[in-house]
């Protein structure tokens, strides 16, 4: 082969490198998904489906493993000590991530993750039976300024969000109610369907079904604005309570993850959230979608943060 024949070979060899698509250097191999929670949990239907529309867009398996105990704890150390290559990221809840630390001496921190994307936005609401005397907040808190301690209010448990969020209403309102703590949701919706208590504090998600039915009514939602599939619940700040919580459910990686893992594992949390057929199954499984990239998610979770120390400072919810 002549000198001109190797020259053109080249040059078409080049041209054809240029024309397919580079080839992604990450990932290469399957990525491990860690839900610090048991199976069959609402979180960990939530991370399976993500993770099943999540390997069409890697085109990686993306394997999902339960780490549960401890509140979470357990599950996040895990992903906080593994190789920050991608390979190893989690599912982080709200507020048990940033609440934990504070608390007690846990063994991880928030600066140990990389936050990717926020999923899920649920917020907190105050649900009570539709024949209740609290038609809104305000006859709440006229009934509880004159009865102290006579409302009893049901969560999934101290320190839960639906906890931390009756704290926050007490403390804003003027109020005092008494605290009925449950093993979970479920036991806390068996609770207010039987009137064992007067008031449930819990997701909109996880009461939306009995809204739909009639068995519940929602006194109002903790969202800054309301939930398409609850309309007509007013927000606490429509009715004058500045109470904004609930669980919010994301993706993190171990902290120093290279940046343009990062970046994928964003977009493609964004392509999924926008695929028509995963909106569809969230909505079946009553997720409020909110998708934040990561440095709008690590500013939600920083001043999520600050506001439970100052709470922590206040009225430790371990007492």
């Not at 007509?232 to 290279?258: I, N």
């Amino acid at each position: 082969m002549n000198r001109r024949s190797l020259a053109a070979l080249a040059a078409a060899s080049t041209a054809l490198l240029a024309a397919r698509p580079a080839r992604a250097a990450w990932p290469e191999r399957p990525v491990t998904l860690i839900v610090a929670f048991p199976p069959g949990g609402g979180t960990d239907v939530a991370a399976r489906t993500l993770a099943r529309f999540l390997e069409r867009e890697l085109g990686q398996s993306v394997v999902v493993l339960n780490r549960g105990g401890a509140g979470g704890e357990i599950g996040w150390s895990e992903m906080a000590r593994a190789q920050p290559d991608g390979y190893t990221i989690g599912f982080i809840n709200t507020p048990n991530i940033v609440s934990i630390p504070i608390e007690r001496s846990a063994r991880y921190r928030l600066k140990d993750f990389a936050p990717v994307a926020n999923v899920v936005d649920d917020p907190g609401a105050f649900l009570v039976p539709p024949d209740s005397r609290f038609r809104n907040l305000s006859d709440l808190v006229a009934f509880a300024k004159a009865n102290p301690d006579s409302v009893t209010y049901g969560t999934t448990g101290i320190g839960s969000d639906d906890h931390l969020a009756a704290l926050a209403f007490e403390r804003l309102a003027g109020v005092r109610m008494t605290h009925v703590p449950f093993a979970g949701a479920a036991p806390v919706r068996n609770a207010i369907l039987a009137r064992q208590i007067m008031l449930a504090s819990m997701n909109v998600g996880e009461g939306i079904n009995d809204m739909r039915q009639g068995q519940l009514r929602a006194l109002g939602q903790m969202a800054t604005e309301r939930w398409a599939e609850a309309p007509d619940t007013p927000t606490f700040r429509e009715q004058g309570f500045g109470v904004v919580q609930g669980s919010m459910r994301g993706l993190a990686a171990p902290a120093g993850v290279p940046a343009p893992v990062l970046e994928r594992l964003a977009a493609a949390t964004k392509a999924v959230m926008e695929d028509a057929e995963f909106r569809r199954l969230a909505s079946q499984q009553a997720l409020p979608l909110r998708y934040l990239p990561p440095a709008a998610y690590r500013a939600t979770l920083l001043a999520l943060r600050e506001e439970l120390q100052a709470l922590w400072r206040a009225h430790p919810w371990k007492e």
